[in-house]
């Protein structure tokens, strides 16, 4: 029995070793083969035969040896000659796209295929392509031409006389004096026929005409009145609308329930706080009017909307200087004055009449060396350089050039943009077509 187990076992070993060496016999020959054909091509590529040293290549990468990725550059040289030509292009591509979906793709195969791409206008795959790139390879190179590329524009055929940042994927507009609300992209959402609108926030807007103040659902029909005769009203956002009475400024929700506490103003809530004064100073309140920070100052910073608090951070006035406020308490930092946070990590701060950009700790991490500045939104934020406005990245590096008039922050990969023929909306193709960027 024990003779009959090492037959059997020494015939399996052998038929291992026979296996192996078969699989190394045809693993030469496939070699061989592979090395032939790329040599046939290499003669027909120089007399610039392209489309036969292309057949004899496709062949040469079909092989599974160590030579294949060798047969595969060379494939690509006989195809970009012939890109033009029938489906050549097609095959280019695809070769490209399996380069990048094997394990050991470095960053130079997803620096051609994304070049490849931007070349014939596909910024989708080109971006999706530098993405997955950066994620997979970490890739400073990478980094870099995703940057570059990353801020290609389109602009709004749509023009108003006025456009007001955009909260909730909409923005306040104004044509011929009447007040509208515009989409993120510039696009007409409640046309232009209000003597005031609010911001557009869960579903609805306050506005204001001859009737009197009511809200307005998406498609511009009434859903509330107000009884009460107010003097005037904020902007619209968490369910509140500040309205000033004779008295002063009270709360309200969306169907218009009024608050019992008066305040001399209550700004635009953000993040669940606003902006309010009482007793002539300034503090902040959350939604159960309980103060985050007392009414002690001479000032909150508000953005145009009224907007004081983002990422946790207020900036309060306080004589000549600007303090920085977290979670309520004050950080080691003082400037000259400073614009809210946004959605974005930086805030614009003023120093020596210059301004940069400050974390949310109040450390500088961009130098104050622009004329003005908004806070960050997304990704990008607006700086003006003598007369004109552009954009720059959270390196610090001018992302789109400055050539606007005005400009106002990113949301929703919009932005509003004076140009000579009026306010305008610039959307980024990255938000377009793929979505949330790598860096948003």
Known sequence: MKLVNRVILCSGLFALAL?????????????????SLMGQAEALMADGIYIRAAELL???ASYNTKLTPAAEEELKKAYLPLIGKNSFRKKYTALLEKQISRKDAGPEVFEETALHYIGISRMREALDTLKAGISK???????????????GYETSRDTYD??????????????????GIARADGSALIPCQYEQTSTFDEGMAVVKNECGIFAVDKDNNRIAMLHENALAFGNYSSGRIPLQFSDGWRRATGDFELGSAVFEYIGMYSGGYAAAKSGGKWGVVDLSLGWLIPAEYDGIITDELGRCYGKGAVFVQNGENVLLFVDGKQADCIYENARPFLDGDYAAVMKEGKWGYADVNGKIVIDCKYDDALSFGQHLAAVRQGELWGYISVYGQIAIEPVFMEAKSFSN???????????????LLESKLSGPGLFS
Request: charged share 15%; hydrophobic share 45%.
């Open 413 to 427: 990969g919009s932005a509003p943009v004076l140009t000579a023929r009026g306010w305008q909306f610039i959307t």
């Open 58 to 60: 496709e062949e040469a």
């Open 19 to 35: 296996a192996a060496w078969l699989a190394a016999l045809n693993a030469a020959s496939a070699a061989e083969k592979q090395l």
């Open 162 to 179: 006025y456009a007001a940042s955009i909260h909730n994927s909409a923005a306040q507009v104004c044509t011929d004096g009447m007040w």
């Open 137 to 151: 390879t970490g890739s400073e190179e990478l980094t870099a031409l995703y940057e570059r590329n990353r801020y």
